[in-house]
């Protein structure tokens, strides 16, 4: 929550965590679980949507920029941060992905991070990002693909898509394509730092989706669909 003058969200120092939650929230802070529609408020445990917060140490505004503070908080003290997230039964804050990252396939969000997560059970992919692709005006899941060594890329190809199908929503699909690649585009300082000792912190660096998305507006357009190497 970088539009705060201290965290929001934190661990207790005497306890041990052994999940991906980003803690819980810290005094005097207050936070909910919003939906697409800014009105409904999200009350159940694990419902995903936009984090929304508030609290002391909460910014007054952006310097100057009146349009884009009304934007970011509401009337009543609520920053819009931004974060697709969930709450667990025991309090703690999950954050899945970010709301502008969210592919919207006739009118269902669809969140890249849950698709890559699932493509990255199956046993030929090694790496894997997802971004949304427009093609004859519909927003569709396109998968970027690195394989593992010796997986012949245009049979797996079809058989991820098929894969996929039989684990995921309709609208989650990947009609937007499979396409393998060499290596995803993340962020160059965390290459740069741990490319040589640290594969595990260099999968899980920030994927650069504009690069992945300017990517796939160029591949496919109107053409045909189809997995390949390029």
Wanted: glycine share 8%; hydrophobic share 40%.
């Amino acid at each position: 929550m970088t539009e705060a003058t201290c965290t929001l969200l934190g661990w207790d120092p005497r306890e041990l965590s052994h999940s991906s939650s980003v803690g819980e929230l810290m005094a005097n802070c207050s936070a909910k679980i919003m939906s697409e529609d800014p009105a409904t408020e999200l009350l159940n445990r694990g419902q995903r949507g936009e984090v929304w917060v508030r609290g002391p140490n909460i910014m007054k505004g952006y310097w100057r920029k009146p349009a884009a503070t009304a934007e970011m908080l509401t009337v009543d003290g609520w920053m819009k941060t931004g974060d697709i997230g969930y709450v667990d039964e025991h309090g703690k804050f999950f954050i899945v992905d970010r709301k502008k990252e969210l592919i919207k396939v006739k009118g269902n969000q669809v969140a890249p991070a849950e698709l890559e997560s699932v493509l990255l059970d199956h046993q030929s992919v090694a790496d894997a990002a997802v971004v949304g692709v427009v093609i004859r005006g519909e927003e569709r899941p396109r998968a970027y693909i690195v394989s593992k060594a010796g997986i012949k890329e245009e049979a797996a190809g079809k058989e991820l898509q098929t894969w996929m199908e039989k684990r995921v929503s309709r609208h989650k699909w990947l009609t937007g394509g499979v396409v393998f690649v060499d290596v995803i585009p993340k962020n160059p300082v965390s290459q740069a730092l741990f490319l040589n000792e640290f594969t595990d912190i260099l999968q899980s660096g920030k994927i650069l989706r504009k690069i992945l998305r300017e990517r796939a507006k160029t591949e496919v357009g109107d053409k045909d669909i189809r997995s390949s190497r390029l």
